[in-house]
């Protein structure tokens, strides 16, 4: 039984595809790469996000390198995602559900919690926590520590996300996931991990 479910934010609630994808254009257009269009980003995406970066460059990224790749990349993230908006159904799915409801995200959590308060939604979730330090890492950690934090025990947890990085932190900690087309992975790729693949968030939450 689901007594709470734990959400992504990038691509998952928020919509924000078209700011990372653009983001990923600008901080590579010294490159001369070609820009990527939203299906070219994930075909290419994983975590850790540097792994990603050098499927794009085809190469190791070099000592230093991912560091400036990333500083650029959200500085450019936080302007076009100003333009970004909810996921269709994320308001009504919201709250829809009536047991407790958390959000573990991989974004900078100084640039999240405002995030969230300007689309007036804050109230929806007992915990935010976002990443405070390095960015672009694994999320299994980040979730432990989430779930250790809000004390619920992980079976009665079900977890709803984008990314096969979402269910294998899920897996990892022992809680159940559904995975949400709307943001950077395949649904082939989603699709490969075994767990239920769904369109819409509201079909997700058929799940708990």
């Not at 792994?51 to 390198?65: D, I, M, Q």
Request: proline share 3%; net charge negative; charged share 20%.
């Amino acid at each position: 039984m689901t007594k709470h479910i734990i959400w992504d934010w990038n691509g998952t609630l928020f919509h924000d595809i078209d700011a990372v994808v653009g983001a990923t254009n600008e901080v590579f257009r010294s490159y001369e790469l070609p820009p990527l269009t939203a299906d070219d980003f994930r075909a290419v995406y994983t975590r850790p996000i540097w792994v990603a970066y050098e499927r794009l460059l085809g190469r190791p990224l070099n000592e230093g390198e991912w560091e400036l790749l990333d500083n650029g990349f959200h500085e450019h993230y936080f302007r076009l995602s100003a333009a970004c908006g909810l996921a269709a159904d994320a308001e009504l799915s919201l709250t829809s559900w009536t047991g407790t409801q958390s959000l573990c995200s991989m974004a900078p959590h100084t640039h999240l919690v405002p995030l969230i308060e300007s689309f007036g939604i804050t109230r929806h979730f007992t915990r935010v926590d976002g990443l405070v330090g390095l960015t672009g890492g694994e999320k299994a950690a980040h979730l432990t520590a989430h779930i250790e934090a809000i004390d619920v025990e992980a079976r009665e947890i079900l977890v709803i996300g984008d990314s096969v990085d979402d269910g294998l932190a899920a897996k990892h900690v022992g809680a159940r996931a559904v995975l949400y087309t709307g943001g950077m992975t395949t649904r082939a790729e989603l699709e490969a991990t075994g767990l239920p693949v769904v369109d819409t968030l509201a079909q997700a939450l058929t799940y708990a």
